[in-house]
């Protein structure tokens, strides 16, 4: 029964054990970044799954930045599917959103999952993703 506990608390990220006998530790890979790209009129609609983090912000910035250039419009960003989101990823959408106010486009934010709401709230910038938002 230790044992089970303990696995079950290593995989939880609590750490590992510096003695005793071996354990067996779970280890996920990090959620990869999937993105859906709809062309919907001038306007693009780029959908995101997975984590926005340091692993994934160079492939959010490509993603965005080929979204741009593909809607005359402007980007619709769909983060309902994403699970986790720091700085790395809030810096992307903000110099996503810089990129886009160059260019006479906006990207607004359609949908949020709670982890990208709570940090767009945290760092008051949720206004600045909204319809009609000011240009700084």
Do not use: W
Request: glycine share 10%.
């Amino acid at each position: 029964m230790t044992e089970r506990a303990d696995h079950a608390r290593y995989s939880a990220g609590a750490g590992f054990p510096r003695t005793g006998p071996a354990r067996t530790v779970t280890f996920f890979p990090p959620a990869r970044l999937r993105t859906r790209t709809v062309i919907d009129g001038d306007r693009v609609l780029v959908t995101v799954f997975g984590d926005l983090d340091l692993d994934t912000e160079q492939a959010l910035r490509r993603t965005l930045a080929t979204a741009l250039e593909r809607g005359p419009g402007g980007v619709d960003l769909d983060l309902s599917e994403v699970g986790f989101c720091d700085c790395s990823g809030l810096n992307v959408l903000l110099s996503a959103r810089q990129q886009a106010l160059g260019d006479g486009k906006a990207i607004v934010l359609c949908a949020a999952s709670d982890a990208v709401a709570r940090v767009l709230e945290l760092s008051g910038t949720l206004p600045l993703f909204a319809p009609g938002a000011p240009e700084d």
